[in-house]
């Protein structure tokens, strides 16, 4: 599409168009408007100031948006496959139902942000701001999450399996029901949350913090916790069966009905620690 301005574009979308493939307009200033269902795919929108504007549906497919503004705006089942999103603001944003697949979202503000059920498989959210977060049941697998914060986040039921994590901040988050097999947790810190029912298959979580961690009945088999930090965590019916927690440290833990069939507690702290069979650890 040949170059527009701001106010050509708003005057063509009210007459009934919807194609704006390959618009060329950073910087515009986009608050509170209306451009549900228009295909903005390829377009440069960068810096952009989409404040609470109204993107339901919108296609932004290999848009550039970067140190883009959309704080409160309504971007639900949007299409945003390998956008560039580096450093945007998406705090308050709704974005449930939308494809991130392959999206560069690293250093982005997501605090706050609705992505219920998003597909953001295969994104870059390196750095990433994502304080108190709905990503319940969205599809976060073979995602890169290094360093992000989701404290607080709401993670039920969410596929975060093979996902990159490393010291990730997840204190306090509530992971219950979610898929983190073949996931790289090393040196995240799980302080306070809830991982109950969670599947930990084959992860690596050695020197974790998980602190007050809630594991009540997780599949934790094959997972690494090597000098893993679970001091006062409830591991209760949680399978550790072929775990690797050597030198970790587990006082004061419930450990009450765990399998720990074959796994390695070599050099383990277990003082306190309330046994698989009530007993308590000397």
Do not use: C
């Not at 580096?86 to 709704?94: E, V």
């Amino acid at each position: 599409m040949e170059d527009i301005g701001t106010h050509e574009l708003l005057r063509q979308y009210a007459a009934g168009t919807r194609d704006f493939r390959g618009v060329q307009l950073p910087r515009t200033n986009l608050q509170g408007v209306d451009l549900s269902e228009a295909n903005l795919r390829g377009s440069d929108l960068s810096g952009a100031n989409f404040n609470g504007a109204n993107l339901q549906g919108v296609n932004l497919r290999e848009t550039i948006l970067t140190g883009a503004s959309l704080r409160g705006s309504d971007i639900s089942y949007a299409n945003l496959i390998g956008t560039a999103l580096l450093k945007a603001d998406l705090s308050n944003a709704n974005l449930s139902e939308s494809a991130l697949r392959g999206a560069d979202l690293r250093q982005v503000n997501l605090n706050q942000a609705n992505l219920h059920k998003a597909y953001l498989s295969e994104s870059d959210l390196g750095e990433a701001r994502l304080e108190a977060a709905d990503l319940s049941e969205a599809n976060l697998s073979r995602t890169k999450l290094v360093g992000v914060d989701l404290s607080e986040a709401n993670l039920t039921g969410t596929n975060l399996s093979y996902a990159i994590l490393s010291e990730a901040n997840l204190r306090g988050a509530n992971l219950t029901n979610a898929i983190l097999s073949g996931a790289k947790l090393s040196g995240a810190n799980f302080s306070n949350a809830t991982l109950s029912w969670a599947k930990l298959i084959g992860a690596n979580l050695t020197d974790a913090d998980l602190r007050g961690v809630n594991l009540r009945g997780a599949n934790a088999s094959w997972t690494t916790l090597r000098g893993a930090n679970l001091q006062g965590a409830n591991l209760y019916l949680t399978k550790l069966n072929w775990a690797n927690l050597s030198r970790a440290i587990l006082t004061d833990a419930v450990l009450i009905n765990a399998s720990l069939r074959e796994a390695n507690l070599q050099d383990t702290d277990l003082s306190g620690a309330i046994m698989p069979d009530g007993s308590t650890h000397d």
